[in-house]
């Protein structure tokens, strides 16, 4: 089981190139970096921009690039965008009208999960993008937060699968 889907991934390594490619990026050389279909990458390319985390630019040296500092953007900005509501579970949503699950009234463990959902959300508003695709940079409002691992090896598992 995996908490993030695989557009939600993609869209990490997607914005990881372009951070680290300061002349923006092409769906085309996206694609081929991280050997993606490169229609999947347009599209997500194409909801980023509609969310405002990139930009498009027209033309012969045309491509994409971030829209925003990278260390504006939490990890749980980018996720609750990309995943139209990130949520732990069906019930994790205060905000869905009626309750998605059918056991609800009787559920012990469905205020505890909320918690849960809460301190996990909590943690992602926490850690920048630009944190997360260079673990070397300052930690936002001078926190001090584990050296985490590159975006690249945190999804090589996902690339290496959808080679296979």
């Known amino acids: 089981m995996t908490l993030l889907s695989r557009k939600a991934d993609y869209a990490l390594l997607i914005l990881s190139y372009l951070y680290h490619n300061a002349t923006g990026g092409t769906a085309r050389a996206i694609a081929a970096q991280f050997e993606l279909s490169r229609p999947f990458v347009a599209n997500i390319l194409k909801e980023l921009c509609s969310k405002g985390f990139v930009i498009s630019h027209r033309g012969v040296k045309g491509g994409?690039?971030?829209?925003?500092?990278?260390?504006q953007i939490s990890l749980a900005d980018l996720l609750e965008a990309i995943e139209d509501g990130f949520q732990l579970t069906v019930c994790s949503d205060n905000h869905t009208p009626g309750d998605a699950c059918t056991h609800a009234r009787a559920c012990t463990v469905k205020g505890p999960i909320a918690e849960v959902h809460q301190r996990l959300m909590g943690v992602l508003r926490g850690v920048t993008l630009a944190e997360l695709f260079d673990p070397k940079a300052a930690p936002a409002?001078?926190?001090?937060?584990?050296?985490?691992?590159?975006?690249q090896s945190c999804c090589s598992n996902m690339v290496e699968s959808v080679k296979a």
């Open 64 to 71: 994409y690039s971030l829209a925003r500092d990278a260390a």
């Open 141 to 151: 409002a001078g926190r001090s937060l584990p050296v985490l691992p590159t975006i």
